[in-house]
């Protein structure tokens, strides 16, 4: 039996390739809202998260910017001098549950404790309709 | 590095909005993933996140 990869709350996760039933997540980077054991229709997860896109260009970020369920970041290497960064965003809006136990992955990083504050305070104020993703269970 | 357990998300606070099911190749089909170094996918090195200004 594998180990299970231990994280927590603030975490960044890169989940690996995973195919079940034609669905795969191609190495998506999230964000670990809550590591809190609980059920969603009836099935068990240990981990709710946000999903983390990149822009292509100047044009894409303006627009997916001005969407309010989007969160924008950067993100920073921390041992590199030169601190090399990439900008992207939150779709704050969606929350993946997961099941440790049924996906394959590696933590990358954390969020900065104020920012991940700001994040959990952001979605939870959110004023649109919120989508659940629950077929990794 | 800070080790401190950080808060979680409230779901007390989720559970009086309005909600839909999606399905993960619906809710990812305008995700661009971000292409991370070689040094942070073999674990060498770590990223941290922060709110863009």
Same mark, same amino acid.
């Given at each position: 039996?594998?180990?299970?990869?231990?994280?927590?709350?603030?975490?960044?996760?890169?989940?690996?390739?995973?195919?079940?039933?034609?669905?795969?997540?191609?190495? +998506?980077?999230?964000?670990? *809202? =809550?590591?809190?054991? !609980?059920?969603?229709?009836?099935?068990?997860?240990? #981990?709710?998260? %946000?999903?983390?896109?990149?822009?292509?260009?100047?044009? +894409?970020?303006?627009?997916? *910017? =001005?969407?309010?369920? !989007?969160?924008?970041?950067?993100?920073?290497?921390? #041992?590199?001098? %030169?601190?090399?960064?990439?900008?992207?965003?939150?779709?704050?809006?969606?929350?993946?549950?997961?099941?440790?136990?049924?996906?394959?992955?590696?933590?990358?990083?954390?969020?900065?404790?104020?920012?991940?504050?700001?994040?959990?305070?952001?979605?939870?104020?959110?004023?649109?309709?919120?989508?659940?993703?629950?077929?990794?269970? | 590095?800070?080790?401190?357990?950080?808060?979680?998300?409230?779901?007390?606070?989720?559970?009086?909005?309005?909600?839909?099911?999606?399905?993960?190749?619906?809710?990812?089909?305008?995700?661009?993933?971000?292409?991370?170094?070689?040094?942070?996918?073999?674990?060498?090195?770590?990223?941290?996140?922060?709110?863009?200004?």
């Amino acid at each position: 039996m594998e180990d299970i990869v231990m994280c927590k709350a603030g975490d960044i996760i890169l989940i690996n390739n995973y195919e079940h039933n034609g669905k795969r997540l191609n190495k +998506h980077s999230f964000v670990v *809202l =809550s590591d809190e054991k !609980n059920q969603i229709q009836g099935l068990d997860y240990d #981990l709710i998260c %946000n999903v983390i896109s990149s822009f292509h260009d100047e044009a +894409h970020k303006a627009k997916k *910017l =001005s969407f309010p369920g !989007n969160f924008p970041i950067t993100a920073k290497q921390t #041992l590199v001098k %030169n601190n090399r960064e990439k900008d992207g965003y939150i779709k704050a809006e969606q929350l993946y549950y997961f099941n440790k136990e049924k996906i394959d992955f590696i933590v990358i990083g954390s969020m900065d404790g104020k920012t991940f504050e700001l994040l959990l305070d952001f979605i939870e104020a959110l004023e649109i309709d919120i989508e659940q993703i629950v077929d990794k269970l | 590095m800070n080790n401190k357990k950080l808060r979680t998300l409230d779901l007390n606070k989720i559970k009086n909005k309005k909600s839909t099911i999606v399905s993960s190749k619906e809710a990812l089909k305008d995700v661009t993933p971000i292409e991370w170094d070689k040094k942070i996918l073999s674990g060498g090195e770590k990223i941290v996140v922060y709110k863009a200004e």
